[in-house]
Structure formats: structure tokens, C-alpha cells
């Protein structure tokens, strides 16, 4: 055997043993995904049913639940045509612990002394366990007395080219990414999505790709080549989804950034809303960008536009941050805006973030209770409003 | 306990199957997908999203990479897999057999080995060296036609004894032979054939056992040495880091003077293998059975030679490796420190029992994990990791009896890892352990003093658990309550994972108290 004879069969053992090994690796991904996705299921099942054991004995032993406390409300949160026209203002909350944990909710609902009927939270587009439907984030959000709002984000690079071959590779996949779902490119994902939300069967506001109209901010922006008509129908083909499956308790929250213009444009049209979504947060001196704005500056603009979709109006994010600004002024002059200049405000959701790393490279802190004068007067507000 | 049962299956000699081609070529590609899932895991693993307490993740990945880390050195040493082609041994050879007895070692056992000893065929003389000081074993010895040495008084356990026989004796080969061992007429035949080489300065045999049937015990100590004296030796042949285990290895009479006798201390072989590569001997091991001895069949006796292993192998590592390390071969100073270093596993299973306390106690935890991409990222490492466990059982010595899961011995290891802490904790510390031979005799203590570990653990556990409950019922805010569910599930599965690694030993001190009541 010559030694350049040796050195081939080197080489070709090597490439054969790297193909082999990849072939290997590869391969158990893809049954383990596979199998995982299918035990999930019943490990959600078994998970959740464990977890109303837990209600029942807590329950049993401390004589109280929250359901209880939220019991007033219980016609409107059941019913997803209740909650279409809502007789009464919503409040609700979102904790950046969430989905890890509810302590900081806790904490947050301790210190206002207040049980709120709406609990927000985000939920990203993957192919990871946790990016499927959540189930039990929103069926402990119905344990608890309350109804979900979830934020729905198509960041549509998170799933894995590996298991999905026929989408376009990633670099790739988020310029037109609309138009791609429209097409039903991912229906893969939105169809199990849209059964499991018609199995849960009780009433979740779903907020779909909010923001779309600002090019600063998500990949399914207008930066990324999605036109107005694109997201249209985006929206269009995603809701039909959700009805043929069956998924009517699914109510749509259409949410454009309001300080960005033509806001208008990407509205899909009155049967496929059901509420009509913004989000008021105050980023004071924190940036170049950004100055001390009060809930009234942010809102007043944008307000007649949103009056004429003639849909109940949802704050879906409300928070200020303290830099040169008076936190506890901000929302005393927000409560009153709420009661005396925009009544059409059907909800309003707290953003009790306290490190928000989104926007900048250090947190910031949207946390609601900053001092205990704020607490007090938030708390003494929303018994106001429970009173009405 | 059946396949122990046959005493004329027992008592037979027995070589491990020799290696194929093809065998190579599978354990081979075996090793490469291991390896490779292996650096995938890793990848995976050390990413700074993960890490939930700092501290706690660096213990984790302490405790789980030192495991890794051995089992793919293992697997190196795997893949050196190499046996010894039989050589007949040259006829003329003066051969001794060493063996010690001590006070408190039970007689019948002597005319048993004794009586083996002398229908060994190869031409040989027996020595017992004896310091019990009771007349009866030089009436023994002289009438199995062994000498009788009495040697009182004299350092180490039977180092002492055999570094003052060996002076005034001429004998150029010397086999010391455990009392306990009943070794088969071929034994001389089967080893003195290698010394052919003069650079061979030890050959060692398998040490197997007769007694494995005799308790729960005795089989999970039997267990957790198959695979050593099977395929790990025969690789550590391969790659020239062959040791001396303790019983029955022959030595070279000159390779012994070299370095001035058999080596002294808590793990006296290991000292003196140490000492003759360091010295440039080259050792052999044969992967046959020609003798069978006993295995600890009780607990304490058990712990107690466990304990004294693993303070005498950190000895090794702290002392004489260091001085040996210039002097050996880049093979033998992985091996010795991979030997050195067994023991830790008592500083990494108390890490895994801790991390699940911590967590239902304190509410830290080392990091945040998918369950699903844990399993996708470990879960072909432990494929591969059980793959070549099975395979390279084909080159057990005896696979007939030795073949099997190990789960036995398992069990007892992982429940023994208090002692193994001990022993780590004294080598640090230097605190002297007193040498006491491995009892033959069954040894008593009470069901609490030997169960003490484990029920403390599982009384742990339990508290944790109970805590737990109080927490939820009372402290916890609800919705927190409903949606960790499945993490507080999932550590108290933990949880009972622990507790039934601890069920070896328990079960093991429950066994011992109903022999003793017999």
C-alpha cells in the first residue's frame, strides 16, 4: 500500500465517520423532538390536573380563593360576547416574571390591594415547548378567577430549519414575513395553535403582532418589506384559522404603536376585531429619543382615529418610568384623563416590568409600585372603580 | 443468586473471549458518536442563559462533567482493548506463594487455600506468613507442606511481612496470594510465561469470587467489579497501565528489590505499581480467572474495606503520585490519575443529593432548563454511555456469570458515598486510618449505626417534601402554586430518585440485621 493509498483511506474513513455522526446526532433530534411534541400533551394534561389538586387542597385550607374575590366580574370574563361589549372597566396587569413565576404578581396585587380581572403576558412563535399554545399559563389564569391577554409574536426565525425544511432558511425568512404567513407558510404552527385555543374553550384576548405599524421595533415591522396590505392579510388568513378550528372564544386585539402614523391603514376592518389596542408608556428622560410624556400627551393624538373603529378601547401597556419625571403626578393625571377624557377606555393593563431589557442595553424598571405613595393612591383608584 | 449456585462451574478456569476485528471497528465507531455527543452536550451546556444561581451551576457542572469526563477517559482506555496472546511458562522458574494471615482470621479458610496452593502444578514452594501466634496454623502449614514464617509485629498490612520474607529467600518469582483466594492448579502455568520479557516486572490475573451468592451484598460488590477485571484492565494492558489489585499478583523478585519492597500503606498494590512504572517495569494482565476468593458479604465489612480504598487511593494521588509523575508515561499518568481521583464521586453524589433540598428549601436553583432540551442534548450521551457498557462485556473474563445491568452494584455504590466523602475528607485532612485486613467474618453493628446515612437522607427528603406541602398551603401565593406545579413535581421526583439510590445500602443494613438474627 502506498502512503498516498493510506492517506485516501484516512480521509474517506473520517468523512465517513463525520457523515455517520451527524447522520446520528441529527437523527435522535429529530425523533426526540418529535416524540417530546407528542408526550407534551399529555404531560400538560397530567401537569395541569396536578395543579388543580394543589387549588383544591389550598382552597380546602385557606377558606378563600381569588375566584372568589373576582366573583362580580365572573358574567363578563366567562362569556366571550360578554366580553365583547364589556359593561364594565377592565383592569389588568402583566409581571416580567411571567411565565416563570406569579410572585411578583402576587406582590404587585398585595401591595394595591386590588384582584385584576385581566393578566397579560407574551407568547413568541417557535418550534420550543414553551412557544406551542400555553396552556398552562392560560388555564391557571382561569383557575385564578381572571382572563388571559395574550401577546402573540410571530418571530418567525425561531424555528428551527432543521425540522422545518421547507421554510426559507433564517437569515432570510424575516424580510416579507407577512406575506409568508398569509400564504400559509406557517399554518403548520397555527393550525395546533388554533385547536388547542378552541379546546381551552373559556375567553382569551389575543393580541397578534402589535406594534406592526413601527419600523423601529419587531422584525414584522414596515422596515422588513411587510405592507400594510401584507399584514392585512396576515391577520385575515390567521383569524380564519382560529374559526374554521373552531376557536370562537378567541377574541382579536388589533394594537398599532399610536405614536407612529398611518396607523390606520393596517386595520383589517371591523369583523375582524374585537377590541381595538395601544399601549401608553412613559419613557421620560431615559433616552435622546424620549422625554417626560404624561398619559394625556401620548394618548390625546391618536385618540379620535382609534374612536372611529368603534370597537372598546384597551390600554394594553400602561407604565412610566421615574427619570425626570414625578411617578406618582404621571398617574394621578392618567386617573383622571381615564375617568373625565377618554371614557371609551373599556381596559387597562399595567406593564409591571422591572427589568425591561428590550429597548436598552440596562433594564429599565416600568415597575407599577415604585413607592408606597404610589401604591396607596393606584390602590385607593382601583377600589374606586370596583365601587362603581 | 442462581447462576451462582453451581459450585463445579465456579471453580473452573476461565479466559475472557479473545477481540475480533470487526469488534474493534464497532467499539470504535461506538466511541466516536459517544465522543461526539458528548462535545454537543457540551456546547449546549455552558451557556449563560441556562445559569439561574452561579454558584449552584458551577457545582452542577462539577459534579456532572467530572462524570463525563471519567466515563470518556474510560473510553479511551476502552479502545486500547488488548489481551495478552497465551505463553507457555519456561520450566525451571523458582517460584514462591506468599500468604499472610493476621489475628482473627478464620482457619478453615487457610486449609482451604493451603490445600489449593500445594496442588498447584508449576513446581513452587508455599510460605505462610504468619503473625496470629497460634500454634495451630505452623501445624497447618507443615502438613500442607508450606513453609511457616513467623513474623510479628511488622509495619502495613502484608507488606511488612512479605518485604521480611522475601529477604533470606532466593525464590526469583513471587506470587502473593490472598488467603481468602482458592487459587486453581494452572495458576503458575497460565502467568510465569510472560516474564520471558525482562522487562515484565508484574503479571496480574482477574481477581474473581466464589461467594457472590452468599448475600445482596456480596453480589453488588461482585458487580461493581466485573467490567474492572474485565475489558477496563485489559485496556489499561493495552495502553501499558496495567496495576497491581491487591491479590494474587506475581512480581519479579528484582523488580520488587528495586524499589525497595512491596510498597507500604492503605493501598499497598497501587503504591508499589506506582513505584515499578515509575521505575520502567512493564506489568501485564491476564484476563483469566485461575483463582476465586471472597468478596465482603456484609455491609459494615463492606464500608469498611470501601473506606480504606478510597483513603488509601487519595494517598496514592496526594503523595506518591506527584513523585512519580516525571517518571511515567503520558498513558500511566491519566491512568493513575484517573485512578486517584475515583473517589470523588462521593464529593459529586453529595452535590446531586444537595441540589433538590436546596431547591424545596431555599427556592435556588442551578439553572433554567427545558425538560425536552435536556433530553435532546444528554440523552445520546447516555445512549452511547449504555451502548458501550454492553458492548464491551463481550471480553468479561466470565460473561456467563458476569453479564448483566449491574444495578445491584450500583445502588450500593451510590449509597455508599458518604464513606467515599469520609475517605476524601481524611486523605485532605491527613488523618490516619488504622489498617484492618477485610474481615472474613461476618462483622456486626447495629441495623441504626449502618442505616444512619441513608434514613438521614431520605428523613431529608421527606422534610423537604413536607415543607413543601406546608409552603403551598399556607405561604405560597395561588397563582404561584398553579403554575410551578411541574417544577416543584419535578424535584420531588428528584427527590425519590435519591431516596431510591439509597435503598442499596438500607436494604443492604436491613439484610445484614435479619443474618445476624439467624
Known amino acids: 500500500m502506498t502512503p498516498r493509498k493510506k492517506y485516501q483511506i484516512a480521509f474517506f474513513a473520517l468523512g465517513w465517520l463525520v457523515a455517520i455522526g451527524v447522520a446520528f446526532q441529527f437523527g435522535l433530534k429529530v425523533v426526540v423532538t418529535r416524540l417530546y411534541a407528542r408526550v407534551a400533551d399529555g404531560w400538560t394534561t397530567v401537569g395541569q390536573a396536578i395543579s388543580d389538586v394543589e387549588g383544591r387542597a389550598l382552597r380546602g385550607v385557606r377558606h378563600t380563593s381569588r375566584t372568589d374575590y373576582l366573583e362580580p366580574f365572573r358574567p363578563i370574563l366567562r362569556s366571550a360576547e360578554a366580553l365583547r361589549i364589556p359593561t364594565r372597566q377592565l383592569f389588568g396587569a402583566y409581571d416580567g416574571d411571567f411565565p416563570k413565576s406569579f410572585s411578583g404578581f402576587a406582590k404587585l396585587e398585595e401591595s394595591v390591594g386590588y384582584r385584576f380581572p385581566i393578566i397579560s403576558f407574551y407568547a413568541a412563535w417557535g418550534d420550543k415547548p414553551e412557544q406551542q399554545f400555553p396552556t398552562r399559563m392560560v388555564e391557571t389564569i382561569d383557575r385564578m378567577g381572571s382572563v388571559a391577554l395574550v401577546t402573540w409574536e410571530p418571530w418567525v426565525v425561531d424555528f428551527d430549519s432543521a425540522l422545518r425544511p421547507n421554510l426559507l432558511p433564517r437569515s432570510q425568512r424575516e424580510y416579507a414575513a407577512l406575506a409568508s404567513i398569509a400564504r400559509g407558510d406557517y399554518d403548520f404552527y397555527l393550525v395546533p395553535w388554533a385547536t388547542a385555543a378552541a379546546k381551552f374553550g373559556r375567553p382569551i384576548l389575543l393580541r397578534f403582532a402589535h406594534e406592526m405599524n413601527d419600523p423601529y421595533r419587531y422584525p414584522w415591522g414596515p422596515q422588513n418589506g411587510n405592507r400594510p396590505e401584507d399584514f392585512v392579510a396576515a391577520w385575515k388568513h390567521v383569524h380564519l384559522i382560529f374559526q374554521k378550528m373552531g376557536a370562537k372564544n378567541v377574541l382579536w386585539v388589533w394594537s398599532p404603536h399610536i405614536s407612529m402614523p398611518w396607523f390606520e391603514y393596517y386595520y383589517p376592518g371591523p369583523e375582524w376585531v374585537d377590541w381595538v389596542g395601544m399601549g401608553v408608556l412613559n419613557y421620560g428622560g431615559v433616552a435622546s429619543w424620549s422625554r417626560w410624556w404624561s398619559f394625556h400627551q401620548i394618548l390625546e393624538k391618536a385618540y379620535p382615529a382609534l374612536l372611529k373603529f368603534e370597537k372598546p378601547l384597551i390600554v394594553c401597556e400602561l407604565g412610566t418610568l421615574s427619570h425626570d419625571g414625578d411617578v406618582l403626578e404621571w398617574y394621578r393625571q392618567a386617573f383622571y384623563h381615564i375617568d373625565h377624557t377618554y371614557g371609551r377606555l373599556k381596559a387597562i393593563v399595567f406593564f409591571n416590568q422591572s427589568h425591561d431589557t428590550t429597548m436598552s442595553q440596562y433594564p429599565l424598571n416600568w415597575s407599577v409600585v415604585q413607592s408606597p405613595r404610589v401604591a396607596a393612591f393606584i390602590a385607593m383608584e382601583l377600589e374606586r372603580k370596583s365601587v362603581l | ?518
Open chain 2, 1 to 518: 443468586m442462581r447462576p451462582w449456585a453451581d459450585v463445579s462451574e465456579i471453580f473452573r478456569h476461565r479466559r475472557a473471549k479473545p477481540v475480533e476485528r470487526w469488534e474493534r471497528w464497532v467499539l470504535g465507531l461506538l466511541l466516536f458518536l459517544g465522543l461526539q455527543s458528548v462535545l454537543y452536550m457540551a456546547w449546549w451546556w455552558y451557556r449563560l442563559e441556562h445559569v439561574q444561581n452561579p454558584f449552584l451551576f458551577a457545582l452542577l457542572s462539577f459534579a456532572t462533567w467530572y462524570g463525563i469526563f471519567r466515563m470518556v477517559v474510560g473510553w479511551y482506555n476502552l479502545f486500547h482493548v488488548e489481551q495478552p496472546d497465551p505463553k507457555p511458562a519456561l520450566p525451571g522458574l523458582s517460584v514462591a506463594i506468599f500468604t499472610t494471615s493476621s489475628p482473627g482470621e478464620p482457619y478453615e479458610m487457610f486449609v482451604r487455600t493451603l490445600a489449593a496452593a500445594r496442588e498447584i502444578r508449576y513446581p513452587h514452594r508455599t510460605y505462610l506468613l504468619d503473625d496470629t501466634q497460634d500454634p495451630r496454623f505452623a501445624q497447618l502449614a507443615r502438613e500442607m507442606g508450606a513453609v511457616h514464617l513467623e513474623l510479628v509485629g511488622l509495619p502495613g498490612a502484608k507488606a511488612g511481612k512479605i518485604n521480611a520474607a522475601l529477604e533470606g529467600r532466593t525464590e526469583e518469582f513471587i506470587l502473593v496470594l490472598d488467603p481468602d483466594h482458592v487459587p486453581f492448579p494452572e495458576f503458575l502455568d497460565r502467568v510465569l510465561g510472560y516474564f520471558e520479557d525482562p522487562e515484565v516486572g508484574f503479571v496480574q490475573v482477574a481477581q474473581a469470587y466464589h461467594n457472590p451468592g452468599e448475600s445482596f451484598v456480596a453480589r453488588a460488590a461482585a458487580e461493581q467489579t466485573f467490567v474492572y477485571y474485565g475489558p477496563i484492565l485489559q485496556g489499561m494492558h493495552g495502553t501499558g497501565t496495567a496495576v497491581a489489585v491487591g491479590a494474587n499478583c506475581t512480581f519479579r523478585r528484582s523488580a520488587l528489590e528495586s524499589i525497595g519492597g512491596h510498597g507500604l500503606g492503605l493501598a499497598e498494590d497501587l503504591v508499589t505499581s506506582i513505584r515499578l512504572h515509575a521505575r520502567g517495569w512493564k506489568s501485564v494482565y491476564v484476563p483469566e480467572v485461575v483463582s476465586r476468593g471472597l468478596v465482603p458479604s456484609d455491609l459494615q465489612s463492606y464500608l469498611d474495606q470501601q473506606l480504606k480504598w478510597s483513603r488509601g487511593i487519595h494517598d496514592v494521588l496526594f503523595h506518591e503520585y506527584p513523585r512519580a509523575f516525571r517518571r511515567l508515561s503520558g498513558y500511566q499518568r491519566i491512568s493513575y490519575l484517573m485512578i486517584g481521583s475515583y473517589y470523588l464521586v462521593g464529593l459529586t453524589s453529595l452535590i446531586y443529593f444537595a441540589i433538590p433540598l436546596i431547591y424545596l428549601f431555599f427556592g435556588r436553583y442551578p439553572a433554567a432548563v427545558l425538560m425536552s432540551e435536556y433530553v435532546q442534548h444528554a440523552l445520546p450521551v447516555g445512549l452511547c454511555g449504555v451502548a458501550v457498557y454492553g458492548f464491551v462485556q463481550r471480553w468479561l473474563c466470565d460473561p456467563a456469570r458476569e453479564r448483566g445491568l449491574h444495578w445491584r452494584g450500583t445502588l450500593l455504590k451510590l449509597g455508599s458515598w458518604s464513606v467515599y466523602l469520609k475517605g476524601f475528607v481524611l486523605s485532605v485532612l491527613g488523618v490516619v486510618v488504622p489498617y484492618i485486613p477485610t474481615s472474613k467474618e461476618k462483622r456486626t453493628a447495629s441495623f441504626w449505626k449502618q442505616a444512619r446515612v441513608p434514613a438521614l437522607l431520605i428523613l431529608l427528603s421527606l422534610a423537604a417534601v413536607s415543607w413543601t406541602a406546608y409552603r403551598i398551603l399556607f405561604l405560597v401565593s395561588e397563582g404561584q402554586v398553579r403554575i410551578s406545579t411541574e417544577v416543584t413535581m419535578g424535584m420531588a421526583g428528584f427527590l425519590a430518585f435519591n431516596t431510591t439510590f439509597m435503598s442499596g445500602r438500607l436494604y443492604a443494613a436491613w439484610k445484614d440485621r435479619e443474618r445476624r438474627s439467624e
